[in-house]
């Protein structure tokens, strides 16, 4: 999702099409700050702790960053659009799908890709959304049109 509520909920982080993340105290929406990138930020996850937060954007690129907006680590440019971005419940791994129909799990440490998988049947079809069961171990996913849902093993798609 492009806004997302911090688990806190003493923040509120949003992403746009103008390139700009945007974050703002919460319930008083006072802006904390507001910066720019090169690529657009489509979607953003929340870390548990309410302390850092995961971007991804229309160029492949995963940022990890702080409630100051700084970068804390970056996966440099994958040549893709991550339209949603999820992390697991122990935190160890985020889970993206793609434009082109992959489900991508990364390291959430060093944003390195772990595994990559096509979802088959879908036709190219964007994949509407993924998450993670409550231990971690599957991921499940629906395409954007229609009504068929997957269940994938996490760590090997």
């Given at each position: 999702s492009g806004l997302a509520l911090s688990p806190n909920g003493n923040h509120?982080?949003?992403v746009g099409v103008d390139n700009e993340i945007r974050l703002w105290k919460h319930p008083s929406l006072e802006e904390v700050f507001r910066r720019r990138l090169e690529t657009t930020p489509i979607a953003v996850v929340w870390k548990q702790s309410g302390g850092e937060f995961f971007v991804s954007t229309n160029q492949g690129v995963v940022l990890g960053m702080d409630l100051h907006g700084d970068t804390v680590r970056s996966?440099?440019?994958?040549g893709y659009a991550m339209p949603n971005i999820i992390l697991s419940p122990d935190e160890r791994t985020l889970a993206v799908t793609t434009a082109?129909?992959?489900i991508e799990?990364?390291?959430s440490t060093s944003l390195k890709t772990l595994k990559r998988w096509h979802v088959s049947g879908m036709n190219d079809q964007a994949i509407g959304t993924i998450c993670y069961s409550l231990d971690g171990r599957q991921l499940y996913s629906h395409k954007a049109f229609g009504t068929e849902a997957e269940i994938w093993d996490a760590s090997t798609g």
């Open positions: 509120l982080i949003g996966s440099g440019k994958r082109d129909s992959h799990t990364i390291d």
